[in-house]
Structure formats: structure tokens, C-alpha cells
């Protein structure tokens, strides 16, 4: 399943300052069940969105009406736990495009980054900054530019590098997955081969 390319997002950010957030409360395990990659994020944070009379929680980041985005800012140590592709899919599938964090498990930052999910690693100082910010202004503006490698903070101008697997830019700038990657490069693979 292809993507949408991803080459440069300006947006305002929903904060979660809370450290080590695991795969199960990204979503949890009941959700599981079905096999496309869709409506998952009707669930994303179920536990902390919702009551048990599935009454929206006012105080979850993702319910205050004065956040709203494409990109994630969260605490760190995010998605550690389980390995379920499925936190990817629900937290894509909830519009997020970007999840910045100073730390990522591996294993999610993987299934991230193989489903249109960009996870930016910055520094803990620099998160603060981020937090800060939208404490102090959840309208503040983030500039991500994969193509550069930076993330921004518009109102100070400040920015960070972060890295990326260049496989893997390659796909997120060209909205390929793994397969429709070697789909792109049938010719070449053809011509491999012949030889």
C-alpha cells in the first residue's frame, strides 16, 4: 500500500509529555482484530480518550479543542513494548504524519517508517523547547523538511537535524512502501537478470 509523499509539513502539534508510552496505549490489544489498516484510528490512545461509558476524557491532549495537527510530539521512550504494526497504522490512520520524541523503541520506529510515519528524534533540551511552546501557544507552527533533514520551531527559528534511513527517505519523499518500491525498480531488477 503506497503512501502520500511526505516532503515538507508545516502544522501545530498535539502535545503527550508523558515518558515511555508503549504499543498497548497507543492501541490497545482488543482493537486488534481487524486485518486493513483502517479505522484503527478511531482507537489511537482508546484508553486514555475515553471513560468506560466511552465518554471523551477532557483532559486527554488528543480531546482539547485547542490542539489539532499533523504532528505528534510526545515523551520519551514512545512505543516501547509489543511489536505491533498496529500502532503505527492507528496513529497514521488519526492523521498524524510525524511523531517527534527523543527516544523511539526500535521496532515501532521501524513499522513507523514502513507505514508513512515519520518519527523525528531530537534532544531532550530541544523537547522542552517544543513543549514550552505549545504550552505557551497550541497554535505554534513546526516545520518539518525531510528533504533537509530538519525539524523547526517557526517562532524562534530554531533548528535541529535528524537522521533517516536513506532507503527509507527515499520512500517517504515518493509515497512507496517496500513493495511498490520494487515495483519502481522492475526495469532495473529485469535487466539484473538478463546478465
Given at each position: 500500500?503506497?503512501?502520500?509523499?511526505?516532503?515538507?509539513?508545516?502544522?501545530?502539534?498535539?502535545?503527550?509529555?508523558?515518558?515511555?508510552i508503549?504499543?498497548?496505549?497507543?492501541?490497545?490489544?482488543?482493537?486488534?482484530?481487524?486485518?486493513?489498516r483502517?479505522?484503527?484510528?478511531?482507537?489511537?490512545?482508546?484508553?486514555?480518550?475515553?471513560?468506560?461509558?466511552?465518554?471523551?476524557?477532557?483532559?486527554?491532549?488528543?480531546?482539547?479543542?485547542?490542539?489539532?495537527?499533523?504532528?505528534?510530539?510526545?515523551?520519551?521512550?514512545?512505543?516501547?513494548?509489543?511489536?505491533?504494526?498496529?500502532?503505527?497504522?492507528?496513529?497514521?490512520?488519526?492523521?498524524?504524519?510525524v511523531?517527534?520524541?527523543?527516544?523511539?523503541?526500535?521496532?515501532?520506529?521501524?513499522?513507523?517508517?514502513?507505514?508513512?510515519?515519520?518519527?523525528?528524534?531530537?534532544?531532550?533540551?530541544?523537547?522542552?523547547?517544543?513543549?514550552?511552546?505549545?504550552?505557551?501557544?497550541?497554535?505554534?507552527?513546526?516545520?518539518?523538511?525531510?528533504e533537509?533533514?530538519?525539524?523547526?520551531?517557526?517562532?524562534?527559528?530554531?533548528?535541529?537535524?535528524?537522521?533517516?534511513?536513506?532507503?527509507?527517505?527515499?520512500?517517504?519523499?515518493?509515497?512507496?512502501?517496500?513493495?511498490?518500491?520494487?515495483?519502481?525498480?522492475?526495469?532495473?531488477?529485469?535487466?539484473?537478470?538478463?546478465?
Amino acid at each position: 500500500m503506497a503512501y502520500d509523499k511526505f516532503t515538507k509539513l508545516i502544522s501545530p502539534a498535539v502535545p503527550l509529555p508523558i515518558e515511555n508510552i508503549d504499543t498497548d496505549q497507543i492501541i490497545p490489544a482488543r482493537f486488534l482484530k481487524a486485518v486493513e489498516r483502517k479505522g484503527f484510528g478511531d482507537n489511537l490512545f482508546r484508553d486514555w480518550r475515553y471513560d468506560k461509558s466511552n465518554q471523551p476524557i477532557a483532559g486527554f491532549a488528543l480531546n482539547k479543542p485547542q490542539y489539532s495537527g499533523k504532528i505528534l510530539i510526545a515523551g520519551k521512550n514512545f512505543g516501547s513494548g509489543s511489536s505491533r504494526e498496529h500502532a503505527a497504522w492507528a496513529i497514521y490512520d488519526y492523521g498524524f504524519r510525524v511523531v517527534v520524541s527523543s527516544f523511539f523503541a526500535d521496532i515501532f520506529k521501524g513499522n513507523a517508517l514502513n507505514n508513512g510515519l515519520l518519527p523525528v528524534v531530537v534532544s531532550p533540551e530541544y523537547l522542552e523547547k517544543l513543549f514550552a511552546a505549545i504550552e505557551a501557544d497550541p497554535q505554534t507552527l513546526f516545520e518539518v523538511d525531510l528533504e533537509n533533514q530538519k525539524f523547526t520551531l517557526t517562532t524562534t527559528g530554531e533548528s535541529v537535524g535528524f537522521e533517516i534511513n536513506p532507503y527509507k527517505k527515499h520512500c517517504l519523499l515518493n509515497g512507496l512502501d517496500d513493495i511498490d518500491y520494487l515495483i519502481s525498480i522492475k526495469d532495473e531488477i529485469e535487466a539484473f537478470e538478463k546478465k
